[in-house]
C-alpha cells in the first residue's frame, strides 16, 4: 500500500515534511519527502493521510497484560487490539503476572500465543528474581534465550541492595536493560496515595516521595557500580527527575520514563475517594507534574509509557485503601500527549513522537521506531487535531478504570500498521 499525502514524521533520519510511504512484503519500501508522490502500480491500495500525521508506530514499553493468570481484567486479545487502538505497534509487557514470567517456557507460550492475535506486537520482559522475590535470581540467561528482552521488578521493588547488586550484574552480562520499581517498603507499607495534604484530608495514610528517591538513587549508584543499564519505571516525582539527571551527568547507563498521568493529574484527583485515580506510584503535586514535562523537555526522562494496569470494574468498586494501584493508560496516551504538551508548546508532534517510539525503540533495543527504507512497516498515522470525550465503554481493552472519563482531548490514532498489515483503522 501507499500512504498517501500525510505529513511523515521520523525523529530517527530527521524528516518531518509532506510526503508518501511505500509499504511492501511488510516493510518500508520508500519514503518520499517534500510533497513528491510515489507513484502506485495497479496493484497497490492508496490510504489517504491528508491532514494526519504519518509516523513510525508507537511503542510502550510498560504494559500490563495480565497474561498468564488474570485474564478476566485483559487477555492478550483486549490487551493487544487496546494498544492498536490507541497507535501503538508494539508493547513491552511486565512480569508480575500469575505465574510470574520467571521462566523461559512461560515467555515462550506467550510469544506463541501472540501469533494468532491481529494487534500490536508485544515483546516479553522477564523477571529479575524468581517468584519476583529477594532470594534468587531468574535465569535470566534462558529468560533471554526464549526472547525476554529486558528483566524486571516491577510492582515488587528489590528492596536487598546487595540481591539487585547481583542481579544488575547478571543482567549486564547478557546485555539486558533492568527496569527497576524504585520504592523502599519500609516506608509506604500501608499507604494508598501520595504523602501530603489530600491524604490528610481523606483520612488515607500516605506514601512518601523520599521513599521512590531514595531507592531511585540506590538504583542509579548501583548502575555505575556494576555498568548495567538501569531504566527507571513511573519517574514521578521532581527529586526524582533531578537525581537521574544527575547519574547521567555521571555517565551512569540510566534511562527514564514517566507516564502521562504524572503531568496531567495530581493527587487532588483522588478528592471523593477516586479509585480510578489511585496508582503506585501515586499521582503527585503541582511541582512534580512540572517537573515532569521539564524532565521530557531536557531529555533526562527518556520516554512515555503507559503502565497500562486494567483491573475489573469491581475490583475498583471499593474503600479507597483496599482498591488495587493502577489505571488503563493504551487508549488515551497519545491524545493526553497531544493535549497536555504539544498545544501548550512543552513539546513538539515530533518529540512526541520521539519520545513514544524512536526512543522506547532505543531504550530496549526493540525493531521500529523509525521509517528507514528496509525496515519494519510498523506505522501509526493519527489526526492531531480531531476532537474526542473518552468514554470508557467504548474501550477495546477489558480495563475501564480511567481517571479521564468525561475528558475532551485532541488527537486520535486513525490507522495502524504491523508489519504491513492494518490491525486497527478507523
Known sequence: MILRGGRVIDPANNIDSSGDVRIHDGVIAAVSTGGERIESAHDETIVSCVGMVVAPGLIDIHVHLRVPGQEYKEDLQSGLGS????????????????????????VRDLYAQ???????????????????????????????????????????????????????????????????????????????????????????????????????????LLSLLTGAHLHVLHVSTRREVEIIRFFKAQGARVTAETAPHYWCLTDAACRGYNTNAKMNPPLRTQEDADAMISGLIDGTIDCIATDHAPHADYEKQV?????????????????????????????????????????????????????????????????????????????????????????????????TVVGGEIVYSI
Open 83 to 106: 494498544a492498536a487502538a490507541g497507535g501503538f505497534t508494539a508493547v513491552a509487557c511486565m512480569p508480575n503476572t500469575k505465574p510470574f514470567i520467571d521462566t523461559s517456557p512461560i
Open 319 to 415: 474503600e479507597f485503601g483496599s482498591a488495587p494501584f493502577g489505571i488503563h493508560g493504551l487508549e488515551t496516551s497519545l491524545a493526553l500527549g497531544i493535549t497536555y504538551l504539544v498545544e501548550p508548546e512543552h513539546l513538539t508532534i515530533g518529540d512526541l513522537v520521539r519520545k513514544m517510539s524512536t526512543e522506547p525503540a532505543r531504550v530496549l533495543n526493540l525493531p521500529g521506531g523509525n521509517l528507514t527504507v528496509g525496515s519494519v512497516a510498523d506505522i501509526t498515522v493519527f489526526d492531531p487535531l480531531a476532537s474526542w470525550t473518552v468514554d470508557p465503554a467504548k474501550f477495546v481493552s477489558k480495563g475501564k478504570n480511567t481517571p479521564f472519563a468525561g475528558l475532551t482531548l485532541r488527537g486520535m490514532a486513525t490507522l
Open 114 to 220: 501472540a501469533k494468532s492475535v491481529r494487534g500490536a506486537r508485544v515483546h516479553v520482559i522477564g523477571a529479575l528474581a524468581k517468584n519476583m522475590g529477594n532470594r534468587e535470581l531468574a535465569e535470566m540467561g534462558d529468560l533471554k534465550e526464549a526472547g525476554a528482552v529486558a528483566v524486571s521488578d516491577d510492582a515488587y521493588a528489590i528492596q536487598d541492595a546487595e540481591f539487585m547488586r547481583r542481579g544488575m550484574e547478571y543482567a549486564r552480562m547478557l546485555d539486558l536493560p533492568v527496569l527497576a520499581h524504585c520504592e523502599d517498603a519500609s516506608l509506604t507499607e500501608g499507604g494508598a496515595m501520595n504523602e501530603g495534604y489530600t491524604a490528610t484530608v481523606l483520612g488515607i495514610k500516605g506514601m512518601p516521595g523520599q521513599a521512590f528517591e531514595m531507592d531511585v538513587a540506590r538504583n542509579c
